[in-house]
């Protein structure tokens, strides 16, 4: 009986010893050591195109950096800088200029300092920049 036991109990964790072995090995948890596209690998890019060819050239990459020099700060501009923007005249450069400092540019209209509908118009071309 005793024989029997201890036989049952060495299958048992040889058992789970190779079950564990067998799933640690397997691909779903372990790296895996071939690229995932099947063995094949990725084609190497294109040659560039020669200098005599009739292709137009390809159109330069912008920075993001450039739109944002363009942004007239409203805490900082003058009366004229501010009148060039749609919707500005005197009597609103005038108030802005008034009004400053602006935590935000949406304090235009939150202090009502110009209208909504004018605001709407000129949110893309200002920012309220912190000291």
């Not at 099947?38 to 450039?66: C, L, R």
Request: no cysteine; charged share 25%.
């Amino acid at each position: 009986m005793r024989y029997v036991k201890l036989a049952s109990l060495t299958a048992a964790t040889l058992a789970a010893t190779l079950s564990l072995g067998l799933l640690a090995s397997s691909p779903s948890f372990a790296q895996a050591t071939q690229p995932a596209t099947g063995g094949k690998m990725a084609p190497p890019p294109a040659a560039a195109p020669k200098a005599d060819s009739k292709m137009a050239p390809a159109p330069k990459a912008e920075t993001k950096a450039a739109p944002k020099a363009d942004l007239l700060d409203i805490n900082s501009a003058s009366a004229d800088e501010l009148k060039a923007l749609k919707g500005i005249g005197d009597a609103y450069s005038a108030a802005i200029i008034k009004g400053r400092p602006y935590k935000g540019k949406d304090e235009l209209v939150q202090k009502k300092i110009i209208p909504e509908k004018t605001y709407a118009e000129i949110k893309d071309k200002i920012i309220a920049k912190q000291k």
